[in-house]
């Protein structure tokens, strides 16, 4: 069965820099979700889109943005890269129109190293 | 606000013994509540969840939890682990959108 994508896998900037992560949910999925996870920490939420709209957000710092295309694919963009800023990144999907309880489907991450 | 605790941060268990990792909830509203597993250098994989009805819940490889309105838990159970089990473990609670997670336990399972 398809899963989510998430592209890159790794990714190493410098600090100041500017990073995209994308997001390829799961064929018929409506919903996606931005997650961060720091090192030897639980996973943080970041932000939710449904149906191209923003649905719901979290500890999302300022100097990021996100947005869900038509295709239903999301990019989260951060800017002014910190060096807290690496983490592993997990974007998860959902269908059934962003209800609570959903079940979310998380892809492989995305490993962001800022130096 | 909605919140989950997992009580250990670390079990460590023999290869076949039965294991339980505990996680309380605090929700004054109906909730929703999940239980994922992490493997090294992976994404997160849904074992279970609980919306409503049956307070037991059966998951996949063989895990399985109680939901307990009283004692607001939902502790994670497998009566018989395998050294493939380890790996960290998460539980959350649906919070609008949003999952919240405890801050995981790692299961350790040796031979």
């Known amino acids: 069965a398809a899963g989510v994508i998430q592209s890159p896998r790794h990714l190493i900037k410098e600090k100041r820099e500017t990073a995209t992560l994308k997001c390829y949910p799961i064929?018929?999925?409506?919903?996606v979700y931005w997650y961060q996870q720091g090192p030897g920490q639980d996973p943080q939420f970041l932000i939710s889109?449904?149906?191209?709209?923003?649905?719901d957000k979290g500890s999302i710092p300022d100097r990021f943005s996100a947005q869900q295309f038509s295709d239903y694919h999301s990019e989260l963009n951060m800017s002014s890269l910190e060096l807290g800023d690496s983490a592993l990144y997990f974007c998860?999907?959902?269908?059934?129109?962003?209800?609570?309880?959903?079940?979310?489907?998380f892809g492989p991450g995305t490993r962001l190293t800022v130096l | 606000a909605q919140s989950v605790t997992q009580l250990d941060s670390q079990v460590p268990v023999f290869e076949e013994a039965p294991v339980e990792l505990r996680c309380n909830y605090s929700?004054?509203?109906?909730?929703?509540l999940f239980w994922y597993v992490q493997y090294p250098n992976q994404g997160l994989q849904l074992l279970l969840k609980?919306?409503?009805?049956?307070?037991l819940v059966k998951g996949i490889n063989g895990f399985e939890a109680e939901f307990n309105k009283s004692q607001t838990s939902f502790h994670l159970r497998k009566p018989s682990v395998h050294i493939s089990d380890t790996a960290e473990y998460f539980c959350?609670?649906?919070?609008?959108?949003?999952?919240?997670f405890g801050k995981g336990t790692t299961l350790s399972v040796s031979s």
């Open positions: 998860a999907s959902s269908s059934n129109q962003d209800r609570a309880g959903d079940t979310q489907y």
């Open positions: 064929p018929r999925h409506d919903t």
């Open positions: 889109f449904y149906e191209k709209m923003q649905s």
């Open positions: 929700s004054s509203v109906s909730v929703y």
């Open positions: 609980y919306l409503s009805g049956s307070t």
């Open positions: 959350a609670v649906s919070v609008g959108a949003a999952l919240i």
